[in-house]
């Protein structure tokens, strides 16, 4: 059984050697890629995840119908529209003008 437990020690002294190695030939991987391509490299926290990428999709989106629902509006109607968030989820609203009180 000491054989057994000297066998193992030797074993990971080895696996750890072999990770360092793989370590260090990654990082000079690496360095060398974003020294002959700087800006191809780009950063894990600088990447849009999935969800940014649907959220500019749906943004892109809901700005297309308000262009389209403010084009429309402003053919079909004699008011004047403008776009702007709504919490009711109105694409446009209208603009009512101000009038003066006749005393």
């Not at 940014?52 to 403010?70: M, P, T, Y």
């Amino acid at each position: 059984m000491a054989a057994n437990a000297a066998g193992s020690g030797f074993q990971n002294k080895t696996r750890v050697s072999i990770l360092s190695e793989l370590d260090k030939e990654k990082r000079r991987l690496i360095q060398s890629q974003s020294a002959s391509c700087p800006g191809t490299s780009i950063p894990l926290s600088n990447r849009p995840s999935a969800r940014e990428g649907r959220d500019s999709a749906e943004q892109q989106h809901i700005a297309a119908q308000q262009k389209a629902a403010l084009q429309h509006a402003h053919v079909h109607s004699s008011g004047f529209f403008i776009t702007q968030d709504s919490s009711f989820g109105n694409l446009i609203l209208p603009v009512l003008p101000r009038l003066e009180p006749d005393f």
